[in-house]
């Protein structure tokens, strides 16, 4: 049996929908079958055969015990990403200052779940990564936008002003920013962890989903003697792994301890343990795509501008540009010559993603056509 639509057309009008939920539209980039994809940041780089090799192999160990639910608390993983930390970020922790999820936003989710919910807020300073709002939303956190420069770098002063005035729960800094791929020092975050303890004390979230792609070393050292300070990283990007989906914070043991109480059980599958214990035995190649990325990066960055593009600096593995009149116009004279950039909704900007040398030879032909066509 089939229901009938609602007379308007909008099949949500009729159902029992949270208040905040409505008017709401669900997080996505267009997923459209043209010859160059550069607007979801993923990593254009296959995974290495050895590796492919390697997860088949784990993943068939695993498979021989499905008939038993996986290690709840994911500990042999949590062991290797904190080794995997230590070793890159040169600041030591161990497993019990790691917890792993489904992606970077299952872990922002149930952050939310434990420090935010329904009488609490969460601030963010945008235009930032859009999913803090709607994982804020979607656990009936109140949100709030905070404040940026024109060069979209955090206005320190009026953050703190911000912080003060809304006492958040929680205070989300995404560093290497996105979509603008800007970096926060570590001065800036410790002056906003200590405006969030002291008008909360409220849990500061540093969203480093971009972090190995920056010039910049790594914040979690700030975690040191900072109770309230997390730092969340995800295997999709560095690690080319976007479809794992496995994502992680650093942090004291007591808020892995605290998150622990709204996890569902069981939540990371013994499939997805085994194939990112696989892809972290291959770090050493995966970090040397990374550095092709961020040399490819800057190579967009540096023929944007020489094509009179205003461009912002960038640390993560995707730049933002601009300015145009119309930036949807643009994307799409973009898309008409076969390239898929982002249009993030950022008024007069523009964003792409890092991909191989051939794609991103496309892409700058394409906006070098756009450039003529626009100064003809």
């Known amino acids: 049996m089939t229901t009938p639509a609602p007379a308007n057309g909008n099949p949500w009008d009729e159902l029992p929908l949270r208040d905040e939920l409505r008017g709401q539209s669900p997080y996505g980039a267009p997923q459209l079958d043209v010859p160059v994809r550069l607007n979801t940041n993923e990593n254009p780089y ?6 492919v090799e390697r997860i088949a192999e784990r993943v068939r160990e695993a498979a021989r015990d499905l008939n038993r639910y996986p290690d709840r608390d994911a500990v042999q993983l949590r062991t290797e990403l904190a080794r995997y930390l230590t070793r890159t970020t040169g600041h030591e922790v161990g497993a019990a200052h790691v917890w792993a999820a489904n992606g970077s936003n299952e872990v922002l989710q149930q952050l939310l779940q434990t420090f935010g919910g329904p009488g609490r807020t969460a601030i963010g300073f945008e235009p930032s990564y859009s999913m ?17 420069n024109e060069d979209f770098t955090i206005d320190v002063a009026a953050a703190r002003k911000s912080i003060a005035e809304h006492r958040p729960g929680v205070v989300f800094i995404t560093s290497p920013n996105n979509p603008t791929g800007t970096a ?6 410790v002056e906003l962890y200590d405006a969030a303890q002291a008008a909360g004390p409220s849990m500061v979230v540093v969203d480093e989903a971009y972090g190995e792609f920056s010039h910049s070393p790594s914040l979690l050292p700030l975690i040191e003697g900072r109770r309230h300070l997390v730092l969340s990283r995800t295997m999709s990007k560095a690690f080319g792994a976007a479809g794992l989906r496995l994502g992680y914070f650093a942090a004291d043991p007591a808020v892995v301890d605290a998150v622990q109480l709204v996890r569902l059980p069981y939540h990371l599958s ?15 190649t995966l970090l040397g795509y990374v550095d092709r990325l961020k040399s490819e990066r800057d190579r ?22 601009g300015r145009f009149a119309d930036s949807h116009t643009a994307w799409r004279r973009i898309l008409d010559r076969g390239v898929l950039v982002r249009d993030n909704g950022v008024p007069g900007w523009l964003r792409v993603s890092a991909g191989t040398p051939q794609e991103n030879d496309a892409f700058l032909d394409a906006v070098r056509e756009l450039k003529k066509e626009h100064d003809a």
Do not use: C, K, M
């Open 300 to 321: 967009l960055v540096a023929g944007l501008r020489e094509l009179g593009y205003d461009v912002t600096d960038s640390d993560a593995n995707f730049v933002q540009f």
């Open 132 to 148: 803090h709002a709607l994982i804020a939303r979607g656990t009936g956190t109140g949100w709030i936008s905070g404040p940026r």
């Open 270 to 284: 013994s499939v997805t343990q085994a194939t990112a214990l696989a892809a972290l035995e291959h770090t050493d």
């Open 184 to 189: 926060v020092d570590a001065a800036a975050v």
């Open 46 to 51: 296959p995974l290495p055969e050895a590796l």
